[in-house]
């Protein structure tokens, strides 16, 4: 296999990978004009961005068993091309039940991208340079959705909200191309036919729909009523039915054991609570500056632009901090000005000065930049060599969840809270910005509360002894 192209490799599981993650937030900056054109409420047009998330979580535990079982080519291929389906399909949506089927199908594609391309990389290249090309590969991961809002904000003002999804098009074309031109090697991978974990993938998807039905839902009938009582007690009963299932197979789609790992499971928690805060604040953010400080689409992007270079900017230096002296301090740093910029969030309003709003960008993506790559590297050195995919499924997956739940409960909070200033006897503009300020707090209250979990990731990165196979030359 002297003939393999590493760097056509890489190129091809990033221009995936980015694709999608561009995808998981290039439609926030879009949502007050797909809300006015379908006629929706904020808690309806939420699900364009909850559907993406939940089916994307949904699938990712699948991505593990199905590289073993179709190998690592046609999964790839298979996900870009059902991921470029689906966008093809929301650009062409006419109401909002379709588009919302139209996301599914790219979440179906989406959610094998990532853990896909993480395996193919760690299957193609050796360990000496292996820790360089994932940090590559985690760059362009991570540029797709800080990118994301701004490259919406412009199109959706220029071309209209479809043109966000039809960009997809040639992007996808082109990786599937370039896949059969650098991926061939890939076909000769061999394949095992391991069981299918079926009961537990069942038990979890369950968990998973009924716990998000259930949030969602509540606004509209009440957190008390039978509905919603029954929905999450079918979660909380299908969760349990999960553990007591994948702790009696031999190959589970999820191995718990994983999970005595203390150290691993603060990484966890610091995922799902900063997910949940982020993913909220970030749905919350183009209400604000479009519909109360009146900017328009175009500009409300390139205000997050501030957010998207720093976070560029600093992740290198906070991944390369995080190796010499640890990812909690650094992580801590960034959950903080995290925090700082929820309340600056919160303190925006029509008068503010437009440098108040770059600055409060700013802060935001430095956090951003301070947070994430130390986390992902605190919780692939938590655990050890052989549970390394699978940390990396259930990091993303805890990511996803968490960022679903986030955004519907900053939904009900601030529909809750119009809902009562209006009663108060408001005007519908003034409730409106008091109930996105208290979305604010609740993201910032979220993130303070993170700094406990925090607290005890790894004090130190260690280099994990490299036991994995790859493609030598």
């Known amino acids: 296999m002297r003939d393999i192209n590493r760097t056509g490799i890489l190129i091809v599981v990033i221009m995936g990978t980015t694709m999608a993650g561009i995808d998981s937030s290039i439609v926030n900056i879009s949502l007050p004009v797909m809300s006015k054109q379908f006629n929706c409420t904020l808690d309806e047009i939420e699900w364009v961005i909850t559907v993406y998330m939940l089916s994307f979580s949904v699938l990712m535990p699948l991505t593990n068993w199905l590289k073993n079982r179709i190998g690592f080519f046609n999964l790839y291929v298979g996900a870009v091309s059902l991921f470029t389906l689906g966008s093809l399909m929301c650009a062409l949506s006419t109401s909002l039940d379709s588009l919302l089927v139209g996301r599914v199908v790219q979440a179906l594609g989406g959610g094998a991208m990532a853990p896909t391309s993480m395996a ?165 953010m183009p209400f604000l500056l479009q519909e109360q400080m009146g900017f328009s689409e175009g500009i409300s992007g390139l205000l997050i632009l ?81 549970e390394v995919t699978m940390a990396s499924s259930i990091s993303t997956l805890m990511q996803q969840v968490g960022g679903a739940i986030g955004i519907a409960v900053l939904a009900i909070v601030t529909q809750a809270a119009y809902n009562r200033h209006v009663l108060e006897g408001l005007t519908n503009m003034r409730a409106h910005h008091l109930a996105l300020r208290e979305g604010f707090y609740i993201s910032l209250i979220i993130l303070a509360v993170t700094l406990v979990p925090a607290w005890f990731l790894p004090r130190r990165n260690v280099v994990l002894k490299d036991t994995s196979t790859h493609i030598d030359t």
């Open 306 to 386: 501030p957010n998207s270079v720093f976070m560029a900017v600093l992740m290198p230096f906070a991944g390369r901090w995080s190796d010499k002296h640890g990812s909690r301090e650094i992580s801590m740093l960034g959950i903080l000005l995290l925090a700082v910029s929820m309340y600056l969030f919160a303190e925006l309003d029509k008068g503010s000065h437009l440098t108040a709003v770059i600055v409060t960008m700013t802060v935001r993506g430095i956090g951003m930049g301070l947070l994430l790559a130390p986390l992902n590297a605190a919780t692939l050195s938590a655990v050890k060599p052989s």
């Open 120 to 284: 193919i990389i760690s299957y193609v290249f050796p360990a000496r340079v292996r820790g360089a090309v994932l940090g590559w590969w985690g760059l362009g991961n991570l540029i797709g959705p800080a990118m994301g809002p701004t490259l919406g904000g412009v199109l959706t003002e220029k071309f209209g909200w479809p043109s966000i999804f039809y960009i997809n098009l040639p992007i996808g074309i082109i990786t599937v191309v370039l896949a059969y031109k650098y991926l061939d090697v890939l076909r000769k991978q061999p394949k095992l036919k391991l069981p299918f974990d079926l009961t537990g993938f069942a038990a979890l998807t369950i968990f998973l729909v009924c716990l998000q039905y259930g949030v969602a839902r509540a606004e509209v009938v009440g957190i008390t009523s039978p509905e919603i009582l029954l929905t999450l007690g079918i979660a909380l009963l299908a969760f349990i039915c999960f553990i007591w299932i994948d702790r009696r197979k031999q190959d589970p789609i999820m191995d718990l054991a994983i999970f005595n790992n203390y150290a691993f499971v603060s990484c966890i928690l610091v995922t799902i609570s900063r997910a949940a805060a982020l993913y909220g604040g970030l749905f919350l």
